[in-house]
């Protein structure tokens, strides 16, 4: 990212809604939650929860955690509250960002970076953390037999994907990418959200699927992937 932000400052990496935010704003944005992150953990590779939709402040936390260290946790929005502390008490996960309030934090305040509101809670969480320092994400999923299960993915692993993508897809910087799935999802991590701005594209976030409004998006701004 920061490649890219001293490359062409003032393109546009993320829109979602009637957001917009360039390469460079990005990058000032991701160094300040990077800090955050950094003056609030008490080992260097304790993961971070993140609660968010596709949204541009979900790309703000991924790339934050990436930057300083500390393994991203993804949690998909559709999970309740039990499933979430449940998860995160089995992972060792203290510290978590969101968008809502949840009851049964320890300690939850809203953070803000200049004009971007956020959540964060710090969980009442005792159980040691499995993660280090190689890990980059983890993401639930349901596998094969449709139990829960967490896989952990290595930076080396995401990024080796991120490059056979950009070859299968044959991936410029003028591209224009629109992203459904959601992030905690592998396609919408990958391919949807950490390919295009590892390559200087810009990718649109829809809020909510509504197929009429993705074919308008498609033709209006001319999205090639």
Same mark, same amino acid.
């Given at each position: 990212?920061? +490649?890219y932000?001293?490359? $062409?400052?003032?393109?546009?990496?993320?829109?979602?809604g009637?957001?917009? @935010?360039?390469?460079?704003k990005?990058?000032?944005?991701?160094?300040?939650?990077?800090?955050?992150?950094?003056?609030?953990s008490?080992?260097?590779?304790? !993961?971070?929860?993140?609660?968010? &939709?596709?949204?541009?402040?979900?790309?703000?936390?991924?790339? /934050?955690?990436?930057?300083? *260290?500390? &393994?991203?946790?993804?949690?998909?929005?559709?999970?309740?509250?039990?499933?979430?502390?449940?998860?995160? =008490?089995?992972?060792?996960?203290?510290?978590?960002?969101? +968008?809502?309030?949840?009851?049964?934090?320890?300690?939850?305040?809203?953070?803000?970076?200049?004009e971007?509101k956020?959540?964060?809670?710090?969980?009442?969480?005792? +159980?040691?953390? $499995?993660v280090d320092?190689?890990?980059?994400i983890? +993401?639930?999923?349901?596998?094969?037999?449709? /139990?829960?299960?967490? /896989?952990? %993915?290595?930076?080396? *692993?995401?990024?080796?994907? @991120?490059?056979?993508?950009? #070859?299968?897809?044959?991936?410029r =910087?003028? #591209?224009?990418?629109?992203?459904?799935? !959601?992030?905690?999802?592998?396609? *919408?991590?990958?391919?949807?959200?950490?390919?295009?701005?590892?390559?200087?594209?810009?990718?649109?976030?829809?809020?909510?699927?509504? &197929? %009429? #409004?993705?074919?308008?998006? @498609?033709?209006?701004e001319?999205?090639s @992937?």
């Open positions: 990212i920061k +490649q932000a001293n490359q $062409f400052p003032e393109k546009t990496a993320v829109v979602c009637k957001e917009v @935010i360039n390469y460079k990005l990058l000032l944005e991701t160094n300040r939650i990077v800090d955050w992150i950094q003056s609030i008490d080992s260097p590779c304790q !993961p971070i929860g993140s609660l968010l &939709p596709n949204s541009i402040e979900a790309v703000l936390i991924l790339l /934050a955690c990436e930057a300083s *260290g500390h &393994p991203c946790v993804l949690f998909s929005m559709n999970m309740s509250e039990n499933e979430i502390i449940h998860r995160a =008490s089995v992972l060792g996960l203290k510290h978590i960002f969101f +968008q809502k309030d949840f009851e049964s934090v320890r300690i939850s305040k809203e953070i803000n970076f200049q971007r956020l959540y964060y809670a710090e969980l009442h969480i005792t +159980q040691p953390s $499995f320092k190689h890990d980059f983890c +993401q639930f999923t349901s596998g094969t037999n449709q /139990a829960v299960k967490a /896989a952990v %993915r290595t930076k080396e *692993g995401v990024y080796h994907e @991120i490059e056979e993508l950009k #070859d299968i897809f044959e991936v =910087s003028n #591209d224009i990418f629109l992203t459904l799935p !959601p992030v905690c999802h592998s396609y *919408g991590l990958v391919g949807g959200t950490l390919l295009p701005l590892y390559s200087g594209s810009t990718v649109i976030f829809m809020e909510d699927f509504i &197929p %009429r #409004d993705a074919l308008k998006i @498609i033709m209006k001319q999205v @992937i």
